[in-house]
């Protein structure tokens, strides 16, 4: 479990005062509000990308916020982030990709392994050789949370991650994201507007 306390969002105006975020182990966390509101950031501090004074207890243990080498540590190794533009290499086949990330993370793949996290996202019949602009929005947005898997992070970071898929792609993401949660016990959480994504959170926090 991840618990974030005493944050504050300020922008022209107060956005977050005083706020706390539990991020739990297997369930999907969803926060929700208009554009601008300050779900993004919320999010980001979760993932340890938006700087500020607040307080992050990491599975049991309070980060030292000033500590750059122990936060960029986590970053490459405990968390994996997917954006709404999925966040592949355009010059790397889907298999450079994976192996990129598994480098960064600290891990070696076989092919078996890439291919492992292929089948997983519902990448079957894909090339791993192919490059993201072969694939359609959907298959690339796959391929990213493939990318991830090859960190093994304990937590995922998505920031509208459907925004730019159609409701069957869509609902193709959340699947995953539900597996991950329930049958792997990531803890997942989801920064988004769309309804039937956050409808499909186990713990929904809003800010108005």
């Keep these: 479990m991840h618990v974030l306390k005493d944050i504050n969002i300020k922008f022209e105006s107060t956005l977050i005062e005083n706020g706390c975020l ?102 079957n019949n894909v090339n791993e050789n192919s490059y993201p602009r072969q694939l359609s929005g959907g298959e690339q947005q796959r391929a990213a949370i493939a990318s991830v898997l090859a960190k093994k992070p304990d937590l995922i970071i998505a920031d509208e991650p459907t925004s730019s898929l159609d409701e069957g792609n869509a609902e193709a993401i959340m699947q995953i994201f539900q597996r991950l949660a329930h049958e792997d016990g990531k803890k997942v959480i989801i920064a988004t507007h769309n309804g039937k994504v956050y409808n499909q959170a186990d713990v929904i926090y809003a800010i108005r």
């Design 22 to 123: 539990t991020i739990l182990d297997g369930k999907i966390t969803a926060i929700i509000g208009e554009s601008g509101s300050g779900k993004s950031t919320l999010l980001y501090k979760a993932g340890l990308i938006s700087a500020g004074q607040y307080t992050y207890s990491f599975d049991g243990t309070t980060l030292d916020l000033n500590n750059d080498a122990e936060l960029s540590q986590l970053r490459k190794t405990k968390i994996g982030y997917i954006f709404q533009d999925n966040n592949l290499i355009e010059t790397l086949s889907l298999k450079e990709n994976i192996c990129l990330a598994a480098t960064i993370a600290g891990y070696d793949v076989t092919d078996e392994d890439i291919r492992k996290y292929l089948i997983y996202v519902g990448l």
